[in-house]
């Protein structure tokens, strides 16, 4: 089988695979986008930042990001392109993970088990590692929510008016169900809903003072 796209120790680089997909889109751009597809990074990919090497080998002060990428993660990237290189790169990736597996394939009883162990181990891993990041992403999302906004300084988040006031006791699950009282107030009282905006997570709602202190002050 002729390499399409290189692959190191089962890792794909990331602008390899962009640069055999010809995307037109910039490279940060795409990967970013790619990422939103729900890959963790850690599990599904690892970033570096290494200095920029010009094409005469020359390397710059400048710093640029890597991604390597599993196997599996090109694959599922290779086929959303909706392009014959992108369908080219999936039966790559396919045929490398059918070798994969043909070599891997126990011989004996002993080899099987220590497969087994070692499946069940990365799975572990795995789910370790996306925990981690799905509380890490909690943690971003609640300083986002813990701002205090907006433009006229009459808005803020649930978390961020509870942050102000002093009001302890106000988790995610706690603002999420006081932030559905409240935008059902706004819209009966005709108060505007506004709105505070993080790169990751879009928009977070903000309300109006007056708002937050009633559904406040009937929830505490």
């Known amino acids: 089988m002729n390499e399409l796209i290189k692959i190191t120790n089962d890792k794909v680089d990331g602008r390899d695979l962009y640069e055999f997909?010809?995307?037109?889109?910039?490279?940060k751009k795409w990967i970013d986008r790619m990422i939103e597809y729900g890959f963790v990074e850690g599990v599904d990919f690892w970033t570096e930042d290494k200095n920029v090497c010009r094409t005469d080998g020359t390397i710059m002060p400048q710093k640029q990001t890597e991604y390597s990428l599993t196997i599996?993660?090109?694959?599922?990237?290779?086929?959303?392109?909706?392009?014959?290189r992108g369908k080219?790169?999936?039966?790559?990736?396919?045929?490398?993970e059918r070798q994969a597996k043909e070599l891997s394939k126990p011989k004996t009883t002993g080899e099987l088990l220590m497969q087994h162990?070692?499946?069940y181990l990365e799975h572990e891993r795995r789910m370790a590692q996306i925990?981690?990041?799905?509380?890490?992403?909690?943690?971003?999302?609640?300083?986002?929510?813990?701002?205090?906004?907006?433009?006229d300084k009459n808005h803020y988040t649930i978390i961020g008016y509870a942050n102000l006031m002093g009001i302890k006791g106000v988790n995610r699950e706690v603002a999420?169900?006081?932030?559905?009282?409240?935008?059902?107030?706004s819209n009966k009282q005709n108060y505007h809903i506004g709105k505070e905006y993080d790169a990751k997570?879009?928009?977070?709602?903000?309300?109006?003072?007056?708002?937050?202190?009633?559904?406040?002050?009937?929830?505490f």
């Not at 997909?21 to 490279?27: A, G, I, M, S, Y």
């Open 21 to 27: 997909l010809q995307v037109e889109t910039p490279f």
């Open 201 to 219: 997570y879009g928009a977070v709602n903000t309300y109006h003072v007056d708002i937050l202190q009633e559904i406040f002050r009937s929830s």
């Open 176 to 185: 999420a169900n006081l932030g559905r009282k409240a935008s059902k107030l």
């Open 131 to 151: 925990e981690v990041t799905q509380k890490e992403q909690e943690q971003r999302l609640l300083e986002v929510e813990s701002k205090q906004m907006t433009i």
């Open 117 to 119: 162990a070692q499946a």
């Open 72 to 84: 599996n993660m090109a694959k599922e990237i290779s086929m959303i392109q909706r392009s014959e």
């Open 88 to 96: 080219q790169a999936r039966l790559y990736f396919l045929e490398c």
